[in-house]
């Protein structure tokens, strides 16, 4: 049974679709990522796992009233033992 107005099949075959045309245009935009991904196998998750500690260090020591005790904070929980890859024997 075709719905009125809509060719009969699944929406994502109409090409009109605004998400559709904003997927294919974000898709473009990171498309030389994207390939030196597929080429390498490397990604930036490792920064950007450290921005988000590094940010959430921050939100947690808000109104601290020593810059350097946040600072100290921050490198203590970006370090690669406070991650668990070093054994702390």
Request: proline share 8%; hydrophobic share 30%; glycine share 8%.
């Amino acid at each position: 049974m075709e719905r009125q107005g809509r060719p009969p099949g699944p929406a994502c075959h109409r090409p009109d679709l605004p998400e559709l045309q904003r997927l294919a245009a974000t898709v473009e935009t990171w498309w030389p990522e994207i390939l030196a991904f597929l080429h390498t196998g490397i990604t930036n998750a490792g920064s950007e796992g450290t921005n988000r500690v590094i940010k959430t260090i921050a939100r947690d020591a808000y109104g601290f009233r020593n810059p350097g005790n946040q600072r100290l904070r921050t490198r203590c929980a970006t370090t690669r033992r406070a991650r668990g890859h070093l054994d702390a024997r």
